[in-house]
């Protein structure tokens, strides 16, 4: 199933990144935003939690069918999360406010908001079972 392969991916690239600003944001955050404070740690901190979040949601999730009227809350999470994510770091990065390295974020970002977009426009990819007639 595209859908369970689609939240898999989710849950993975969100955990690594939740995982990452929960233990180190005193590393990660300043290294993306020159001049941020070490004592803002907590605000990546409560950025990681939310991701773990989504993560948990979309590894939960993984055996859904997705798309359409199926799952709708957790492909709407998703497409908010991601479109809201890619559109805030496209501008960072188009505008020079943040720096190239931001387009590892940046990108899977915006290839999965085009997914989950998708998912929720069109309803489910998967190739193996019949349309509705």
């Known amino acids: 199933m595209i859908s369970s392969l689609l939240s898999r991916l989710s849950a993975a690239l969100l955990l690594a990144g939740g995982a990452t600003l929960l233990f180190a944001p005193d590393v990660v ?3 993306l935003v020159p001049g941020f404070p070490r004592d803002g740690a907590w605000l990546g901190q409560l950025l990681g939690a ?3 979040g989504a993560a948990a949601l979309n590894w939960l999730q993984r055996g859904a069918l997705l798309g359409g009227i199926y799952g709708r809350p957790v ?8 479109f ?3 559109a805030s770091l496209l501008r960072a990065l188009l ?5 190239r390295a ?6 899977p ?3 999965l908001a085009v997914a989950y977009g998708a998912l929720l426009l069109r309803g489910p990819f998967d190739p193996l079972r019949p349309p509705a007639r």
């Open 95 to 99: 505008g020079g406010a943040a720096p």
């Open 84 to 86: 809201v994510s890619a």
């Open 50 to 52: 939310a991701w773990l």
């Open 102 to 107: 931001a387009w590892v974020v940046a990108a």
């Open 29 to 31: 955050l300043p290294a």
């Open 75 to 82: 492909v709407m999470a998703n497409t908010a999360l991601y």
């Open 109 to 111: 970002a915006t290839a």
